[in-house]
């Protein structure tokens, strides 16, 4: 990422069942995707919500990203499940929520995995900055930047996806920048045109949210894509990239 | 507007002088552009800043608008100036510090000149849309939705452009949507990446501040465009939007 | 006001009836309450929302302020109304909406009134002064700044109460500030524990919303203290005022 | 605390040395405050900047405070310090950047001591008891809640404090819920004013910044009260809250 190849992350909010991540790998082959993502561990707003499959997940998912030989991106939210991470997961994401966890920062500057690290809520650009440098000080200079909404006074969407941090982030950092629209908007609908909109003003790539059945979703069933709708979306999504050259 | 025709209206931020407004005009015409934008009454937020040349800079765009075949749309601050626009210019602007002008709203609701609404700071979409329908219910319907960012707390930009609002916009109106990446990022450097944004998620068309020498403007410099960046952009936005057909 | 002399506003959201306004401009009397507020010119989100009595209001609070020795403070919408509120309103307010209806502003700067200045819904305390310094550049001087909340992501209130500009803006200017903690938190309950909080960080007094029967207003119900509330809420004031001289 | 005993704890930002805290300390006696704040675990946006004293910061506090009968609060930042923390502190804080850190507040859920727990920069009132919930749920229910200024887009002070939040809470949980001034403006002259109107809007406690000698403060500085301003502010305070009795 970051070297002119437009990258693709895609899968559920929360690794389900086998089944599940089956067919959304499947998906991901299909068209051309080699990085899957998945939820095992899940930071949620009530204690009382479903809190994911923990190891469980982890072990799901590598399973299956063998079978597909695809990479797998997954959410690290404590740093005494780092071992369990190195040993399943590709790339360890940092949610919105641990943007500022600075002591988790620290703990994943000292592994080798690549680092996918979200923009807090209502975090600055300067912040996010700073809290990539936190990872950067201990050593691991893999790291990607997600945009993935900020909260505003607008309920019309669940966040408010500010794609200026895109090229506003292009002309600070060489690190690449990737954009969330699932997150970013919480709506399906709207993933396709704030994507495609991403990759238009600058972005490295996307992390998408699919699922093969999103009204059963065990979570964030309203923002993902079934799988025809992302097979759609990554025909337009070629036009476009092909069109920017 | 709104009918498959994808239309971007240029110009400086302030009406100066004719040589100024002639270059630009050039400028518009040579890239295929129509509608000629400028401000004569400038909304202003110290009122020790330029307040704009006021009528004689409507007279002046009229002029330069007449030679070059071009369609003007400026800003109306107060309905008592209404009869001079309505000799003057083509489309009336309300500007984003008016959006919650209901009066204002109500009198260009009773004009027959289309209207260009930009949305208020900190408006939410249904306050955006009710503002519409005060014009639309004195019976004039030629009303064009303007995005051009809100404010937020990040401070990198001079606005939060709202992108998403395209798509959610288009799902509830059918209303053109154009979009003012001028305003909305305040930088230069980021009026064309957000300006192809704009157009791949949607928009109807695109509001450029464009000056002969933007180091010299009397007001908003630091986010026109020069005459040959803006060739550079209309080129690329021509790619783009043949790509999204 | 701003020398020592803590001020209450008082009165409803609109002006109704004679009866209605009988009623609170009593409740005002009773508590000691000088200054009456009520909307004849009503600016609302919707175009198909009641949009206040307009004149008619006006006459009939000029009727029962002579009638009770109370002067009216009431919203100003555009300056061709201006005849006619000289006529029958001793304070002039600019609303909320119009903080930056840049001409308005200036109209205001020449007559002779006294303008209650609502900060706008997003504006910074620099723009809020700003606005302020249109409307003294004209020449008036008798200003009254009020806060009544800015918009955040928080939707538990209407607005979000923004006391801390109280000590800030009695920092950078020597004109009194006030508070509508009615406006600012747009539910009754939290009316007087704000009200309170605004006398003990300093403002120069408060707006407050009263209905005789809350429950029927024809706008801002939630927010309006009924006579019994009210006359509650300033006995508390009192004792705090006391303690803080 | 929320038994009708208003508490305020002070202290500094950062412990830095014994001389310090025993000038703090006693200025705490002096004005009969038996809660001693202090960081020992910084939480810092950048990762060059001073990080705390830690562990020897925990020993400092505690010597410090056995000698002047006081107890402890300081913020805990990740869990693997709770045994060292449950040695050496009174009263866990979790500060405005972990109030998302689910991890962690489950693990302080399993703990005796009592959890002072700061909402989170963006957070909602409903977010907020969400991630008192995630405490609760663990087991531990002695929670204090502390409103301490949340982001908006104005930038005079440094966050925006919520007062309202205060009465809020109140309406929707028996949890005692406390103001801290010092950050939730950033500016000492700020902290005085606001801190009388915490507790006039009904809080239960304050959390004040107190520094020997703020302009050398390692941290904060600007926010904190020195010994003499913090003792006329508790002189103020005193006679309001007798007042509202």
């Known amino acids: 990422m970051g070297q002119g190849q437009f990258q693709v992350i895609g899968g559920p909010c929360s690794v389900e069942t086998e089944e599940q991540m089956r067919m959304v790998a499947q998906a991901l082959v299909d068209n051309g995707v080699r990085?899957?993502?998945?939820?095992?561990?899940?930071?949620?707003?009530?204690?009382?919500?479903?809190?994911?499959?923990?190891?469980?997940?982890?072990?799901?998912?590598?399973?299956?990203?063998?079978?597909?030989?695809?990479?797998?991106v997954t959410e690290l939210m404590d740093a005494r499940d780092l071992p369990v991470f190195e040993e399943y997961a590709d790339i360890l994401q940092i949610g919105t929520r641990n943007m500022m966890n600075y002591r988790l920062l620290k703990d994943v500057g000292r592994t080798s995995r690549p680092v996918l690290l979200k923009r807090g809520m209502s975090a600055t650009i300067q912040e996010f900055l700073l809290a990539a440098e936190?990872?950067?000080?201990?050593?691991?200079?893999?790291?990607?930047?997600?945009?993935?909404?900020?909260?505003?006074?607008?309920?019309?969407?669940r966040?408010?996806?500010?794609?200026?941090?895109?090229?506003?982030?292009?002309?600070?950092?060489?690190?690449?920048?990737?954009?969330?629209?699932?997150?970013?908007?919480?709506?399906?609908?709207?993933?396709?045109?704030?994507?495609?909109?991403?990759?238009?003003?600058?972005?490295?790539?996307?992390?998408?949210?699919?699922?093969?059945?999103?009204?059963?979703?065990?979570?964030?069933g309203d923002q993902a894509l079934d799988v025809a709708s992302f097979t759609q979306f990554m025909q337009k999504l070629c036009v476009l990239l092909q069109a920017l050259q």
Chains 1, 2, 3, 4 share one sequence.
């Open 134 to 157: 936190y990872i950067a000080a201990g050593g691991n200079q893999k790291i990607i930047l997600c945009e993935r909404g900020i909260r505003t006074f607008d309920s019309e969407t």
């Open 35 to 72: 990085l899957m993502r998945g939820g095992a561990y899940k930071p949620r707003t009530s204690p009382y919500s479903f809190q994911g499959i923990e190891e469980d997940g982890l072990k799901l998912m590598r399973k299956v990203a063998d079978e597909f030989g695809l990479l797998i």
């Open 159 to 220: 966040n408010m996806l500010d794609l200026t941090a895109v090229p506003v982030l292009k002309e600070k950092t060489h690190l690449p920048v990737i954009v969330d629209p699932s997150h970013g908007t919480g709506r399906s609908a709207l993933v396709s045109p704030m994507g495609l909109a991403a990759a238009a003003c600058g972005a490295d790539g996307l992390l998408i949210e699919i699922h093969p059945n999103p009204s059963e979703a065990l979570s964030d």
